[in-house]
């Protein structure tokens, strides 16, 4: 293992080097391989026909419980990693199950509307658990065990007056600020072999069983079931898979940096998400990645434009759709202009033939 | 006692101003989403840019920059109009079909780069020629914001939407474009911001007279503090309200309307001019958010290029109680957002108040998607 | 023995009574046809038995089991499976994928199985593929093995459709009028591979407007009219029988097809 981290580390020294008339430097690079694993995670929905934007929601879930595993429990990173991605997959259930009801826009709009809530939780989360704890002091309940536990944590803080107000502090999620002196322990190789990694899983997913049954179910839903394919049970898989995979890019990107806080996770992350699909198409796991890696390294190679990132995000949303149906990697696309050539060329081996002929 | 009642009274006049501006705003998305079938994510990008233009109109500094602008854009809009009517389109349309897009696109940029370059100076000579300062009535400023929403509603139509029907794509890509229609207006907001204001934030004067002959103090009966610009917002969305209801169901272009929601192609059979409509409708959509922008700016005071995030969701959930695509029930919902919203804020604090809007938008949509007002529609195999 | 029995069956949407009261028995082993014009309930009839869409009332039964409550895919896994009136192929994929999709109910081997090549999706893979292959030669389909669905001829299409439905190997097949839009030749030919289902032992129940298809290949013909069942009898039986013609009145009774195509 350890030959080829260093193996891996030349490698990027060189692309890094090679990459830099782009102005693209290893952090921006890592971005790139983080929404590059982003767009393969809203690639897995939008293959079986389903419009979910919850990806957000399930990035910010995985990036705050692994970085509280690593950061308050001392646990190691691909573990709690892993119990991020494992987290957000059982809370892709409940949620699932009633959501993928819904078709196109209205499933849309729901996964939205979780995106945010997710985010609004993050948001109000100590709060809430300061108001819950002023009220269980207040009416005594547990009223020693929390105290202690107050005493021995430094998260939690009550003091209480003489005239017998209460005044709890509880710090975990940090409410806006966010959480913050993050051990910055993910590297690039490691964003580098997860994503590899995913890529490999879908290829093989495409050509398992489960992966024809998303292709089929995007079709023709309703002709799917008649082919004996639990339509329900596979889009159920495919969301908690696509959160399981958002949660990971969460969870490697929130130790990429040093400081996480819900204003990351909002509707904005989840246009960009939708952008690298609709930029790169979804016709193949290619589209997404390139689309990603496309829009994430464009605003460094062009800098001086780096405010206008979002102006050209918007603008190549839009100039993608209205103009690039298909995305940048259009297998379709590219098989018709092969075809065309090729009748050009047999067209004109005829003439040929038709003038020898005549 | 009677310290709760009057301030639960207090709460109900509030809650019913803004529910008026969240009504107009739902109503935009109806409109669009009756007749399209799609939901235009922009629509609150229009309602942001809708009290930003009310705010310059109402800055005696910067309304002579608007109107300069404007007056510009004016001048440039009808050659460039004719120029893509006339020439670039039959052009295009002789090209090979392959490449019709892309020489599109690369013409149409090239056309608006030259249009920025020559649209400088006449800005330069306009701005010479006007005054300093200007001060513009509110009413007349009122009229800025909504024609610019209708304006701006309706270029989003030629631009973001209208290429999409024309190669009968997806709704979903319809609800792609408009959010990249969305990113594009809220940017270019920022920027201008940036170059009026040097931040991005402004603040509307207080106690604008919209209306005449209604004094702009507060007004104070027993406990309650009413101010003016409450009621006023109310007569004003309501009026807006029953002009659209008189018009869609009492003229012609209102029947078209109807028609067209109904079913486009046999509307274009009969002989309906379904282009038409469609300006119509992105225009009256456009119109309304840009009415209600520039009444949230006069209510909250300051604007943002953001104030659109917060109000497209409060949109949604007001059209997705009220039935996706039902006129009279993205009213209805605007109204119990606003009222949800109020009792939220003074039962659980303010921050919760997004979160039930949410979470409400979550339960509606799983038990009732066809919302309050819609029908169950029945799919066929 | 039967192996499908409809009692008492009725969907209603709204006020409309798309089957009203409908009895039915189809014999194992056999080829029934429906008939009926157009708007009389037997595409619903169809997707009530294929679960697509759930009767008001009555029940449907499958080898003595309760169906009509059921979902698609189960209903598929226990041996019912079905072609489209307007045909449904999953038109981005190739006509030997197509036949993948179709063989789903047959597959056991999970993701992981398929994600480390173990022996099982292997074994697997190779049988549904070879079936795939087998079955596109028993319908003619070889030289499209590759093509996109979409873009194959209609009579290709409507072939490959069928192909499909009997990839699953189920125990009765739904037709619904599989020769539109065919011309007599493909429709004798069709005809005659739908005999050849039967010889395999396979159940068909087939929605048919071609008089002459009935003739070839129906054992007994049941007749719907505005979601009730008028009549029920041999193909002659039913020809000679003055309700149905009543039923397709203002056709010419002489004609080999009782009904206009439209
Ligand atoms: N999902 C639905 N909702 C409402 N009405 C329906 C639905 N499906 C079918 N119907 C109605 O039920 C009636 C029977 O339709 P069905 O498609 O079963 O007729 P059919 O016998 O197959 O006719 P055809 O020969 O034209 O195929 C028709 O009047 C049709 O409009
Ligand atoms: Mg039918």
Redesign the interface.
């Known amino acids: 293992m350890g030959f080829l981290i260093d193996g891996f580390n030349q490698l990027q020294t060189w692309l890094l080097i090679l990459l830099s008339p782009l102005n693209i430097t290893e952090p921006v690079l890592q971005f790139m391989l983080v929404s590059a694993i982003l767009g393969l995670s809203i690639y897995l929905t939008l293959y079986t026909g389903m419009f979910s934007l919850a990806n957000g929601g399930f990035m910010a879930i995985g990036a705050y419980v692994s970085v509280l595993l690593t950061q308050q429990a001392g646990w190691s990173l691909s573990l709690s990693i892993l119990t991020g991605m494992i987290v957000a997959g059982i809370i892709a259930v409940p949620i699932g199950l009633p959501v993928l009801r819904l078709r196109d826009i209205y499933l849309a709009i729901a996964t939205i509307g979780f995106g945010e809530v997710v985010r609004i939780m993050a948001l109000n989360f100590d709060d809430l658990v300061e108001s819950f704890i002023k009220w269980m002091v207040q009416k005594e309940i547990l009223f020693d065990s929390l105290i202690s536990r107050a005493e021995t944590s430094d998260m939690l803080d009550i003091t209480i007056r003489d005239n017998g107000n209460v005044r709890v502090n509880f710090e975990l999620l940090g409410g806006a600020r966010g959480i913050k002196g993050i051990p910055v322990m993910a590297e690039t190789w490691m964003l580098v072999l997860f994503l590899i990694i995913v890529i490999y899983f879908i290829i093989r997913l495409h050509r398992s069983r489960l992966g024809r049954a998303m292709a089929a179910i995007r079709q023709d839903e309703q002709a799917a079931s008649n082919m004996g394919i639990d339509v329900v049970y596979v889009k159920n898989v495919v969301f908690v898979l696509s959160a399981m995979i958002a949660a990971a890019a969460g969870g490697l990107s929130g130790h990429l940096t040093r400081i996480i806080d819900p204003s990351n996770y909002g509707f904005d992350l989840v246009v960009d998400i939708l952008a690298y699909a609709v930029l790169g198409g979804t016709q193949t796991w290619a589209g997404p990645v390139i689309g990603a890696m496309v829009l994430r390294a464009l605003p460094e190679t062009l800098r001086g434009f780096s405010e206008l990132r979002g102006l050209i995000n918007g603008l190549i949303l839009l100039g993608a759709i209205v103009y690039l149906p298909s995305g940048l990697v259009d297998i379709k696309g590219f098989r018709g202009l092969v075809a065309y050539f090729r009748n050009n060329r047999t067209q004109r081996k005829e003439m040929v033939k038709d003038n020898a002929n005549t | 006692m009677d310290l709760l009642t009057s301030t639960t009274v207090q709460q109900i006049i509030n809650a019913v101003s803004v529910g008026a501006i969240y009504a107009l705003f739902a109503l935009g998305y109806a409109l669009v989403f009756s007749i399209l079938g799609?939901?235009n994510l922009a629509h609150s990008a229009i309602f942001m840019w809708g009290a930003f233009i009310g705010m310059l109109a109402l800055d005696p500094e910067k309304a002579p920059i608007l109107i300069a602008f404007s007056i510009a854009a004016l001048l440039l809009s009808i050659p460039s109009i004719l120029l893509e009517k006339r020439i670039v389109q039959p052009q295009l349309l002789r090209l090979p079909h392959?490449s019709q897009?892309?020489v599109?696109?690369i013409v149409r940029v090239v056309a608006l780069y030259l249009l920025w370059q020559i649209g400088r100076p006449i800005y330069g000579i306009l701005i010479g020629i006007l005054p300093e300062t200007m001060i513009i009535p509110a009413i007349i400023a009122f009229v800025f914001s909504v024609l610019g929403g209708g304006i701006l509603s309706v270029i989003l139509e030629f631009?973001?939407f209208r290429?999409?029907r024309a190669?009968n794509?997806?709704?979903?890509?319809q609800?792609?474009?408009s959010?990249?229609?969305?990113?594009?207006?809220?940017?270019?907001a920022?920027?201008a911001f940036d170059w009026l204001y040097n931040r991005t934030e402004g603040y509307y004067p207080r106690d604008v007279q919209l209306l005449p002959f209604i004094p702009t103090e507060t007004w104070i009966i027993g406990d309650l503090r009413i101010t003016p610009i409450r009621v006023v917002i109310l007569v004003i969305a309501l009026g807006l309200m029953v002009a659209l209801q008189y018009m869609v169901t009492k003229t012609q272009i209102g029947q078209q309307m109807r028609a067209v929601a109904f079913n486009q192609r046999i509307s274009s059979l009969l002989g309906i001019d379904v282009s038409r409509v469609y300006i119509v409708t992105f225009f009256l959509a456009g119109a309304f958010g840009g009415a209600a922008g520039m009444l949230f700016g006069m209510v909250f005071l300051n604007v943002t290029p953001f104030i659109g995030?917060s109000i497209a969701?409060v949109g949604?959930t007001a059209i997705?109680l009220g039935g996706?695509g039902s006129i009279n029930g993205a009213v209805l919902g605007g109204f119990i957002v606003a009222f949800i919203q109020t009792a939220s804020v003074t039962f659980g604090g303010s921050?919760?108040r997004?979160?039930i809007v949410?979470?409400l938008?979550?339960l509606v949509?799983?038990l009732r998607?066809q919302g309050i007002l819609g029908q169950a529609e029945?799919n066929r195999? | 023995m039967p192996i499908l029995e409809l009692k008492h069956v009725s969907r209603h949407f709204g006020g409309l009574l798309a089957l009203e009261d409908v009895n039915m028995i189809v014999e194992v082993g056999k080829v029934v046809g429906l008939i009926g014009p157009n708007g009389a309930g037997k595409t619903t009839m169809i997707n009530n038995i294929s679960g697509l869409d759930h009767p008001t009332n009555g029940e449907i039964l499958f080898q003595g089991q309760a169906i009509h409550k059921q979902t698609p895919h189960k209903i598929t896994q226990i041996g019912i499976t079905r072609t489209y009136q307007n045909i449904r192929l999953f038109g981005d994929m190739t006509a030997h994928d197509n036949l993948l999709i179709g063989q789903h109910a047959r597959g056991r081997a999970t993701l992981l199985e398929s994600l480390f090549f173990l022996p099982r999706y292997l074994e697997e893979e190779r049988t549904l593929r070879q079936r795939a292959t087998e079955l596109l030669a028993q319908f003619g389909l070889e030289h499209v093995t590759n093509t996109l669905a979409g873009t194959l001829s209609y009579g290709d299409q409507r072939r490959l459709e069928m192909a499909r439905a009997l990839a699953a190997n189920p125990k009765l097949i739904l037709l619904d009028e599989p020769t539109a839009g065919m011309n007599p030749t493909e429709t004798h030919e069709l005809g005659e591979q739908i005999l050849r289902l039967r010889a395999m032992g396979i159940t068909i129940l087939v929605i048919e407007h071609d008089m002459s298809l009935i003739h070839q290949v129906c054992d007994e013909v049941y007749v719907l009219n505005f979601g009730c069942m008028i009549a029920q009898g041999t193909p002659t039986e039913i020809r000679a029988n003055p309700l149905v013609i009543e039923a397709y009145l203002g056709v010419d009774e002489d004609s080999r097809s009782p009904r206009l195509h439209t």
């Open positions: 799609v939901l392959q897009r892309f599109g696109l631009t973001a290429p999409l190669r794509a997806a709704r979903l890509a609800l792609v474009s959010i990249g229609a969305a990113l594009v207006l809220v940017n270019v920022q920027i995030e969701l949604l997705v996706l921050s919760y997004n979160a949410f979470i938008l979550f949509l799983l998607p029945e195999a």
